[in-house]
């Protein structure tokens, strides 16, 4: 079934293929959620009732790379608030070499890039709208 829901990562898997996050980055969307900013929904597809999978397509084309919503979607499930999804589909299972959102690790925001650079500057840089 396609269309757009809300869901309780305490209570479903939502499953990704990045491992590793800004730890800046994430607290801006953290502080985004906390005053109730909006997102355009995150996509996903569906596994089963209980697991998503982050798609590979983007929303987000000023970005011109795939943003999959791994960090909306971990700000939303520190914050303990449902998160918007648009559900692409359905797939068998989960993809081989994903991630549950849980096991996501915040990284020091300038080892990201590995050059020192900041990737919280840069995407602020591009969406001045960010914390």
């Known amino acids: 079934m396609e269309g757009e829901t809300?869901?309780?990562l305490n209570k479903v898997?939502?499953?990704g293929w990045e491992r590793q996050k800004s730890d800046l980055v994430v607290d801006s969307f953290v502080r985004s959620v906390e005053l109730g900013d909006e997102f355009s929904p995150v996509m996903v597809y569906q596994v089963d009732n209980n697991t998503y999978e982050l798609t590979t397509l983007s929303d987000v084309p000023c970005l011109r790379r795939?943003?999959?919503g791994h960090t909306r979607a971990v700000a939303h499930y520190i914050d303990n608030k449902p998160?918007?999804?648009k559900i692409m589909?359905?797939?068998p299972k989960v993809s081989?070499?994903?991630f549950s959102i849980e096991e996501l690790e915040l990284i020091d925001d300038k080892d990201v890039l590995k050059d020192g650079t900041s990737w919280y500057e840069?995407?602020?840089?591009?969406r001045p709208e960010m914390r």
Not at 122 to 126: N, R
């Open 6 to 8: 809300y869901l309780d």
């Open 13 to 15: 898997k939502l499953y």
């Open 66 to 68: 795939t943003d999959g």
């Open 83 to 85: 998160l918007k999804v």
């Open 89 to 91: 589909g359905n797939v």
């Open 96 to 98: 081989e070499g994903y």
């Open 122 to 126: 840069i995407l602020k840089s591009q």
